[in-house]
Nanobody, 119 residues
């Protein structure tokens, strides 16, 4: 099982980035896995940013990114995305893709991708 993130980089405040997380070795069906994006800024704990909460693809977000970030998935490509708009300095962090398997319980993590928002 492997999760590979991509799409991070340096962007100016107000800019956009689209992160991708390609899964291999398993198929992230909603009934078996909870797919989420987390981030960790320097000196801070890792926090949940977004997650898919229904089989239809409904999502849930941390308050600080609501209205700016959109999580989506492409089942055919076994890939989830995080579209990030109106980026702010405080969005600077390493972003991680997570696949939480319900049974047997296990959590898979990608290697992370750096997002830096700076002028």
């Amino acid at each position: 099982v492997q999760l590979v993130e991509s799409g991070g980089g340096l962007v100016q405040p107000g800019g956009s980035l689209r992160l991708s997380c390609a899964a291999s070795g398993f198929t992230f069906t909603f009934s078996s896995y909870r797919m989420s994006w987390y981030r960790q800024a320097p000196g801070k704990e890792r926090e949940l940013v977004a997650r898919i909460v229904t089989a239809g693809g409904s999502t849930d977000y941390v308050d600080s990114v609501k209205g700016r970030f959109t999580m989506s998935r492409d089942n055919a490509k076994n890939t989830v995305y995080l579209q990030m708009n109106s980026l702010k300095h405080e969005d600077t962090a390493v972003y991680y893709c997570n696949a939480n398997r319900y049974y047997p319980s296990y959590s898979y993590w990608g290697q992370g991708t750096q997002v830096t928002v700076s002028s």
